[in-house]
């Protein structure tokens, strides 16, 4: 009877959510889930100049890749340079002296997992969860294993006018902006563009003004 109630608990439950309507998955998929964090003592309208290098550190499973400078990373610097400067800030030489600095890194992961669905995967043609004998402890009989490459792209706004005498540097603020990545490389930085500039519609109190 137990059984038999759990079953009809479960199929239940699969026709309710069968009402509900679907997130847009494409959609989902296609941008990058933006946080952003900042230090909320930070008087933003007090600095007024910043820097940011045309590079971008690059973080892969290989050793070799360190350093990005090609046209791609330029133009995730770019997007930087135009929110900050739409800001009211101005971008300035390393060595005059800027209020703000940048660091900006991307992360590469290839991602691999193994899931088990459970006895209920593939509604309503279910198999009974002792159809292959009883073990303890049990276990599923299949599984399925996936690989998904991510792209990660972080930004940290560090405080370089207040440097203190040992040279430590304050982070003012920083956005964190990730998720699937494909094979086509232009889609994947204008990913990573779009979520640059969602980080600054998500930080309004970043102005110079």
Same mark, same amino acid.
């Given at each position: 009877?137990?059984?038999? /109630? !759990?079953?009809f608990?479960?199929?239940a439950?699969?026709l309710?959510a069968?009402?509900r309507?679907s $997130?847009d998955?494409?959609?989902l998929?296609?941008? *990058?889930?933006?946080?952003t964090? +900042? @230090? =909320?003592s930070? +008087?933003f309208?007090?600095?007024k100049?910043?820097y940011?290098?045309?590079t971008? =550190?690059? !973080?892969s499973?290989?050793?070799k890749?360190?350093? !990005?400078f090609?046209d791609?990373a %330029?133009? /995730?610097?770019?997007a930087?340079?135009?929110n900050?400067n739409?800001?009211?800030?101005? *971008?300035? +030489?390393?060595n005059n002296h800027?209020d703000?600095?940048?660091?900006l890194?991307?992360v590469? =992961? !290839?991602n691999v997992?193994?899931?088990? $669905?459970? &006895?209920w #995967?593939?509604? $309503?043609g &279910? &198999?009974?969860?002792?159809? #292959?004998g ?5 276990y ?8 998904? =490459?991510t792209?990660?792209?972080? /930004?940290?706004?560090? @405080?370089l %006018? @207040?440097?203190n005498? %040992?040279?430590? /540097?304050?982070v003012l &603020?920083n ?6 990545v494909?094979?086509d ?7 990573g563009?779009? +979520?640059?500039?969602?980080?600054f519609k998500?930080?309004p109190y970043?102005?110079?003004n």
């Open positions: 009877m137990k059984r038999n /109630l !759990l079953i608990l479960i199929a439950g699969l309710t069968s009402c309507k $997130p998955y494409d959609q998929s296609s941008n *990058f889930v933006v946080i964090n +900042a @230090d =909320t930070v +008087a309208n007090s600095f100049t910043y940011i290098s045309d971008i =550190t690059y !973080l499973s290989s050793s890749d360190t350093i !990005l090609d791609n %330029k133009k /995730l610097v770019q930087v340079k135009d900050m739409a800001r009211g800030y101005s *971008f300035v +030489a390393k800027p703000i600095g940048f660091n890194g991307v590469k =992961t !290839l997992g193994v899931s088990y $669905p459970g &006895w #995967w593939g509604y $309503p &279910w &198999w009974d969860p002792w159809y #292959w009883w073990y303890y402890p049990y599923y009989p299949w599984s399925i294993t996936y690989v998904v =490459t792209g990660t792209v972080i /930004l940290d706004m560090v @405080d %006018k @207040d440097a005498s %040992k040279q430590q /540097l304050r &603020w956005g964190y902006m990730g998720g699937a494909g094979s490389v232009g889609t994947n930085v204008q990913r563009v779009d +979520a640059i500039n969602t980080s998500q930080s970043i102005n110079a």
